[in-house]
């Protein structure tokens, strides 16, 4: 298979953990546990190939449902390292709401839905880094 053909919605998935050590190692927010979680759910496929950014997306919120003191930031700034546009919502599961505080929730157990403008996460400054 050709290497050129990648989609521009897919990454490789050696890119992909390039990409999450990178963090891992040189960024102070992300948290290198949420990261090692995600890219072990990433690789559970077993291919060597490509994995869409739909499917990124849809791991990144399976480690926020299911992995205890998961860090959305840390997923946050792995897509913007990755230049994956962040979805209009990311579901958080009713404990991982409590965790962050949100005041959003019903109370009955159900899974809610917390809104992320990205924009307002990290920004660009005049040296070309990101920060908050």
Excluded: W
């Amino acid at each position: 298979m050709n290497n050129n053909n990648v989609s521009k919605h897919e990454i490789k998935k050696l890119h992909l953990e390039g990409i999450v050590l990178f963090a891992i190692n040189n960024i102070p927010d992300a948290d290198p546990n949420t990261l090692k979680h995600f890219l072990e759910l990433a690789n559970t496929g077993g291919t060597f190939g490509t994995i869409s950014h739909d499917r990124i997306i849809r791991k990144m919120n399976q480690v926020l449902k299911y992995v205890p003191r998961a860090c959305l930031n840390s997923l946050l700034i792995l897509m913007d390292l990755l230049e994956i546009e962040p979805p209009n919502q990311l579901a958080l599961g009713d404990a991982q709401s409590q965790r962050i505080q949100s005041g959003n929730g019903n109370g009955n157990g159900e899974p809610m839905t917390l809104v992320i403008e990205a924009s307002k996460a990290v920004v660009l400054d005049d040296n070309g880094f990101y920060s908050r």
